[in-house]
């Protein structure tokens, strides 16, 4: 079973610096795809970035990038000129791509952004 | 265009009750997951529907969780004689239909705000 781990269980920065948000996951396939969801208070769950295993070229969206390393399974996210808004829990994700399969999370991480 | 929509936002029952949860996906949408998010759970897959394909339950924490997709559309997820420990947050997601020659948007599961469920 493939497992996520979010080792940041919360973290903090200074509004316009930059952030970088840790996840590791663990499978045994070569083919799937990675995402970095935000869920601010509201309950409602965000997509910000997702990366396919196959591409080597790490995902970039507008001030959110990734740092994908398939070799030691690590996917970051790097939050940059950080804003009030962005203050949110962050979730990694792991999916399959057997077709539309289920997502597996990470615990989260709560990122704080000081005025 | 509209999301993925949710009823009640918010709901408190009484133990041993039943309650239904509604998830309205996204047009055209023909994937529809259920997932719970609890304080002490985290983020966990209740149930997947796949068109007209036969569900995938294998989230589901009980028999007393079930759910149903009709017309290929909403979804209504049923808790039957709720427990305190059923209090958390349901959250419903679609995705469009998966084909290995389209693109990765595809794949990208899109979320409603969720129902909030609290059991007294």
């Known amino acids: 079973a493939q497992t996520v781990t979010q080792s940041q269980p919360e973290m903090s920065v200074q509004e316009a610096e930059t952030v970088t948000l840790s996840c590791t996951y663990d499978t045994s396939e070569s083919d799937y795809y990675l995402f970095w969801y935000k869920q601010p208070p509201s309950r409602q769950m965000i997509l910000v970035i997702r990366q396919e295993a196959y591409k080597q070229q790490n995902a970039t969206e507008n001030r959110f990038s990734v740092n994908f390393q398939k070799a030691a399974k690590s996917f970051s996210l790097k939050i940059s000129d950080s804003q009030l808004g962005d203050a949110a829990m962050y979730f990694c994700?792991?999916?399959?791509?057997?077709?539309?399969?289920?997502?597996?999370f990470g615990t989260g991480t709560r990122l704080t952004i000081i005025p | 265009g509209a999301g993925v929509s949710q009823s009640p936002s918010n709901k408190v029952t009484e133990k041993g009750k039943d309650v239904e949860l509604r998830c309205d996906p996204i047009?055209?949408?023909?994937?529809l997951y259920w997932y719970r998010q609890s304080l002490g759970q985290g983020l966990e897959f209740l149930i997947y529907f796949q068109g007209n394909s036969a569900p995938d339950k294998s989230g589901l924490p009980s028999d007393r969780f079930s759910a149903e997709r009709t017309g290929g559309s909403v979804s209504t997820l049923t808790i039957q004689r709720t427990q305190q420990e059923d209090s958390a947050v349901y959250l419903c997601?679609?995705?469009?239909?998966?084909?290995?020659?389209?693109?990765?948007?595809?794949?990208?599961?899109?979320f409603g705000p969720g129902t909030r469920l609290l059991v007294l």
């Open positions: 997601a679609s995705s469009l239909a998966w084909d290995y020659t389209t693109d990765a948007d595809q794949e990208t599961q899109y």
């Open positions: 047009s055209g949408h023909t994937a």
């Open positions: 994700a792991y999916r399959n791509n057997f077709g539309n399969e289920k997502l597996t």
